[in-house]
């Protein structure tokens, strides 16, 4: 007894396995490009965040600029509030205001350069605190501006 080999058994195992081979490659190309396109993904949230706290930042400077081109004006006109007062309660406001301003520099000093080399996610999370801070000024001088009105009523 003399062991044959069937070499059809043989070309055949060759072929599956060339075959699982090339299987395997595609495999390796579909995950590098769904890594590649999840990677896309993330940097057009982190786009699209700066975006959303970029437009919210500039509403809530809009706000600002309306309680001060509005409120505070009524304010300072009144009767009711003291000459020592007026210059507080210019001083209180023109610091929220100055503070927005810096804000403003700062995100656009962050969005016109690399500023440090940081990645569009940093980026974000930089501008949604900046954002948090904006929306802080905004109730701030909310809260500033009911103070006088209350102020003002009570002395009426």
Not at 6 to 26: C, M, P, R, W, Y
Not at 43 to 64: C, F, H, P, T
Not at 79 to 97: C, N
Not at 145 to 150: A, E, G, I, L, S
């Amino acid at each position: 007894g003399m062991p044959t080999y069937d070499n059809t058994n043989f070309i055949s195992l060759v072929k599956q396995l060339i075959e699982s081979g090339k299987q395997t490659a595609n495999i390796i190309k579909t995950v590098k490009f769904l890594k590649t396109q999840k990677e896309n993904i993330e940097k057009v949230n982190d786009v699209v965040k700066q975006l959303k706290a970029v437009r919210e930042i500039g509403r809530n400077n809009q706000r600002l600029i309306n309680v001060m081109q509005n409120d505070l004006s009524d304010i300072l006109d009144s009767p009711y509030i003291k000459p020592d007062e007026v210059a507080r309660v210019s001083e209180s406001f023109s610091a929220i205001v100055e503070n927005s301003l810096d804000t403003m520099d700062f995100i656009d000093q962050i969005l016109s350069s690399d500023y440090l080399k940081m990645s569009d996610a940093d980026r974000a999370d930089i501008l949604k605190e900046k954002e948090k801070e904006s929306k802080n000024m905004v109730s701030e001088i909310t809260l500033k501006t009911k103070r006088y009105r209350d102020i003002i009523s009570f002395r009426k």
